[in-house]
Nanobody, 115 residues
């Protein structure tokens, strides 16, 4: 069982920035495809960004050019740098780790964009 611990959420004004981190409780981190998802109140969970074990990256159209996903395998950590935040980015952000035979989720971290 792999545990994922997210951090870095909070309250930020529109146009501001936040960096989310997600650290996995495994030294066998590099084979995992990692992702960030979010869920706003009353909406379904949606993909934000993913990064494979080979560093292939995918973004939701809504965050292209504003968010950057990266990973540090030496620290078992994946990051999400969020710039130019908008009120519609407000959601609980979840970290995901998966392989072909496993799928793990973090507990989520709240991001609120409001003036």
């Amino acid at each position: 069982q792999v545990q994922l611990v997210e951090s870095g959420g909070g309250l930020v004004q529109p146009g501001g920035s936040l960096r989310l981190s997600c650290t996995a409780s495994t030294s066998f981190f590099s084979p995992y495809a990692m992702g960030w998802y979010r869920q706003a109140p009353g909406k379904q969970r949606e993909l934000v960004a993913t990064i494979t074990s080979g560093n292939v990256i995918n973004y939701a159209v809504s965050v292209l050019g504003r968010f950057t996903i990266s990973r540090d395998n030496a620290k078992n950590t994946v990051y999400l740098q969020m710039n130019s935040l908008k009120p519609e980015d407000t959601a609980v952000y979840y970290c995901n780790a998966r392989t072909s035979y496993s799928d793990y989720w973090g507990q989520g971290t709240q991001v609120t964009v409001s003036s």
